[in-house]
């Protein structure tokens, strides 16, 4: 028997579903604030995510699925989608015009990390990204978006939305400076990968899960008491806003973003559902990785959310069955068959989901197989309906039933579809 490879998993039955829920409402939910879909190819160059994840990162590091190409091209399955998108952009010279624009895209993803609850080696994105726009009221609407979502999926009770600003090119250095001063004062006490990051980028010392590494830096010094006028004015911007749009937040101090292209707002939408995986959907400002990955000096600030994990929360509700057709059709073999794949055909073109036992089973097991597909309606095709050219039309939910003139099935279950 082959078995799947580790970290990779199989979405059937139930989970199915809920997948197509959370699909659906997130486009639509994209769609009500104007993004336009963003189709991206899963493979990329190398250096694509080298330059705009970074080369010192724990994902270019570690994580990536990157192999070389049989015509020597580096290549990887991609990590994550917001280089990917930055690179189509500048590629098509999507800037020309200048204008602000709004993509959303939806897809696996791809990384080489322990497996372990919440966190697959292949696993669900959706993201969106804004360019062209720099202030703060682009901010708190892409903020929005995300927490709509949670309102949207009902998963609104489970998760609460943190914000934060890490300052910018101009402020930064200093706080660097801060840091490097503290953390050197700990350098004993720092997991390895801290004491690497301590040279490279010592903010994101305050993002490592490390035990040992977390409660050193409880008394860090935090982004929020260094920065420069420009971006208190700008997170000041954002926080009115978000009061405007009435979305509920709590500022977290010690949220950072690892890269220097990223500048003044970050936040991440949390939970405490989902075991150690904190984060439901994480985002920011990143005004430089437009032109680090050779465009022009375009600002742009996203998020990614993981469909996996709005999928596990959606799930403790319960809402949604296995299965959900319209209509069952029960029908018996040289009796009613043929009049009843006309009936399903009937229906189906009506655009109301219908099915049948195709084997023409005995009654009481096609009822017992039009319960398993939770079948609104039940359509009885037996003897005494075939001599009238009548259907007896059963409500599975009131228990009622009606016997109908086959001509007129499709408007009686849309009729009674539209009232529910």
Same mark, same amino acid.
């Given at each position: ?54 080369? $010192? ?9 990157? /192999? ?35 993509? @959303? @895209?939806?897809?696996?993803? /791809? ?35 995300? @927490? ?35 953390? $050197? ?49 700008? /997170? ?34 949390? $939970? ?13 400002? @990143? ?134």
């Amino acid at each position: 028997m082959y078995k799947k490879v580790k970290g990779f998993r199989d979405i059937y039955g139930l989970e199915s579903r809920y997948w197509q829920k959370v699909e659906k409402i997130l486009k639509e939910t994209f769609n009500s604030f104007n993004y336009q879909e963003f189709y991206l190819p899963v493979l990329e160059k190398t250096e694509v995510f080298n330059r705009g994840i970074g080369s $010192t990162t724990d994902i270019v590091e570690k994580e990536m699925f990157a /192999f070389e190409d049989r015509d020597g091209t580096h290549v990887a399955l991609r990590p994550e989608g917001t280089a990917s998108i930055v690179r189509a952009y500048v590629e098509n010279k999507l800037y020309n015009p200048p204008a602000t624009s709004k993509y @959303y @895209y939806i897809g696996p993803m /791809f990384r080489r990390e322990r497996p372990q609850k919440g966190r697959f080696r292949q696993f669900t994105q959706a993201g969106i990204e804004v360019f062209g726009s720099a202030g703060p009221a682009i901010d708190a609407d892409v903020i929005c978006i995300l @927490y709509k979502l949670a309102e949207n999926l009902g998963i609104d009770k489970y998760v609460s939305m943190e914000i934060n600003s890490i300052g910018c090119p101009e402020c930064r250095p200093a706080y660097y400076e801060k840091l490097i001063d503290y953390f $050197t004062d700990h350098k004993e006490e720092l997991c390895e990968d801290c004491l690497r990051r301590l040279d490279k980028n010592p903010m994101r010392i305050l993002d490592c899960k490390n035990p040992n590494c977390k409660t050193i830096t409880k008394l860090a010094p935090v982004a929020l008491d260094h920065l420069c006028d420009g971006c208190e004015e700008h /997170f000041t911007g954002v926080k009115s806003y978000l009061d405007a749009l009435e979305v509920p937040y709590n500022i977290n101090p010690m949220m950072v973003r690892g890269l220097d292209y990223y500048v003044r707002t970050a936040f991440e939408m949390v $939970t405490d559902k989902l075991g150690a995986q904190a984060a439901v959907g994480a985002g920011g400002r @990143y005004d430089g990785l437009i032109k680090l990955l050779g465009g022009p000096e375009v600002p742009g600030i996203g998020f990614a959310t993981g469909i996996d994990r709005i999928v596990a929360l959606c799930m403790l509700d319960e809402t949604e069955k296995e299965n959900e057709i319209d209509a069952f059709v029960v029908s018996f073999k040289d009796i009613s068959d043929k009049a009843a794949v006309k009936v399903v055909k009937l229906l189906r073109d009506a655009g109301i989901s219908a099915d049948m036992d195709y084997d023409f089973r005995k009654m009481k097991k096609q009822f017992s197989l039009a319960d398993k597909n939770g079948a609104r309606f039940t359509i009885v095709l037996g003897e005494d309906e075939m001599a009238k050219n009548t259907a007896t039309v059963r409500d599975m939910e009131s228990g009622g039933q009606e016997e109908i003139e086959i001509s007129n099935i499709n408007e009686y279950i849309s009729d009674k579809l539209r009232r529910n």
